[in-house]
């Protein structure tokens, strides 16, 4: 008896007029017509959500695990050692790191950047070595 009902049962055009068939889980509008009602629903309410389907709700926590994977960092704005705001007046050392007034010399906070060798290879690029050609004596 399913199965004759369901052959008994007379397509119906989309509720809005486009020309498409309609579903009756759509209220009687067709896929996109649906999708639009529904994005204005949201827009003017945004409460109101279309229907879960079994292949959405497979689809829905990888999207959430990757959403929480793709938070932009946000600007530091902490002393790294004693955790204090800084706001605009942090000092960015070059190891990396945001110190505040107190904290702010590498001798303080303890720095891992190596101050020696990078001025050793800044002079080495400044100050190639020159070599002076021989000259013969008479």
């Given at each position: 008896?399913?199965?004759?009902?369901?052959?008994?049962?007379v397509p119906m055009l989309c509720s809005t007029g486009c020309g498409f068939y309609g579903n009756p889980r759509t209220n009687g509008m067709c896929s996109v017509c649906y999708k639009e009602h529904l994005q204005r629903q949201n827009s003017s309410n945004g409460r109101i959500s279309p229907p879960a389907s079994v292949s959405d709700t497979?689809?829905?926590?990888?999207?959430?695990?990757?959403?929480?994977?793709?938070?932009?960092?946000?600007?530091?704005?902490?002393?790294?050692m004693c955790r204090k705001k800084?706001?605009?007046?942090?000092?960015?050392?070059?190891?990396?790191?945001?110190?505040c007034g107190v904290h702010r010399y590498s001798d303080v906070h303890n720095c891992s950047y190596n101050y020696k060798a990078d001025a050793a290879e800044k002079i080495r690029k400044e100050n190639p070595v020159v070599v002076g050609e021989k000259i013969q004596k008479i």
């Open positions: 008896m399913a199965q004759e009902t369901n052959h008994s049962q497979a689809q829905q926590p990888s999207e959430e695990q990757s959403k929480s994977l793709e938070k932009p960092k946000q600007k530091k704005n902490r002393c790294f800084v706001g605009l007046t942090g000092f960015e050392c070059r190891c990396g790191n945001v110190y």
